[in-house]
């Protein structure tokens, strides 16, 4: 089978590509509401996050407008099966999907096509409505793609690794193991703001909640 010719871009960003609020933010660190001392700092971490959770999940979270160009469609994919936009979901309005699909230079009509907008899959039909082929030498897909909300889980696990890297700026950072007899004892571990290949430098139980919006690319 011929490798898929696929080429995204983002035609419209989000105005931010935050996960959660400042509020959301100082609620987690202890700050109150009305200490506008350390937002700047606050901020900062919420976006230095925010960049490493999208980069962990190979997704963008926030919705933002995309186009799709594919070649020679009908080389990579088998009869019936759905063709995958780069991004998802699918934004909806109303339940209706904000998707645009021009198969060979034409719009394509609504009645021959369907959307799996939460998993990014679009199928083509026939004139009757059967499952048929994408058969076109050339398709562009635009279309509106992320959550709004953002995911309860998916902002636990922004708020987990803020609150972690804040900690982290509050202690000495040569410190790795501290005995105190009957008093303390603290072994620090590293924090990172990034992430590894692995995700190994993700505080306990991030990774488990971004597990299942993680995009695993070939």
């Known amino acids: 089978m011929t490798a898929p010719y696929r080429i995204s871009r983002v035609i419209l960003p989000a105005t931010s590509p935050a996960l959660v609020t400042i509020d959301q933010a100082k609620e987690a660190l202890g700050i109150p509401l009305d200490d506008m001392t350390r937002d700047a700092a606050v901020q900062a971490q919420i976006d230095q996050v925010s960049a490493a959770v999208a980069r962990y999940c190979d997704r963008q979270f926030v919705v933002q ?3 799709d160009q594919l070649r020679a469609v009908c080389s990579w994919l088998r009869w019936g099966e759905p063709l995958p936009t780069m991004q998802k979901p699918i934004a909806e309005a109303e339940g209706v999907p904000l998707i645009t699909i021009t198969e060979n230079g034409a719009e394509l009509d609504t009645l021959l096509y369907e959307v ?19 058969t076109g030498t050339a398709a562009t897909l635009d279309y509106d793609a992320g959550y709004d909300p953002i995911p309860p889980d998916v902002q636990a ?16 950072p040569a410190l790795r193991s501290e005995t105190i007899p009957d008093v303390i004892s ?6 990172g703001g990034g992430d590894s290949a692995e995700g190994s430098s993700l505080p306990p139980g991030v990774r488990e909640l971004l597990a299942p919006y993680r995009i695993m690319s070939i």
């Open 186 to 191: 603290q072994v620090y571990g590293s924090v």
């Open 65 to 67: 407008t995309y186009r």
């Open 116 to 134: 799996d907008a939460e998993r990014g899959l679009l199928y083509r039909l026939d004139g009757a409505g059967a499952v048929a082929a994408w």
């Open 157 to 172: 696990a922004t708020l987990e690794w803020v609150n972690a890297r804040w900690s982290a700026q509050e202690r000495d």
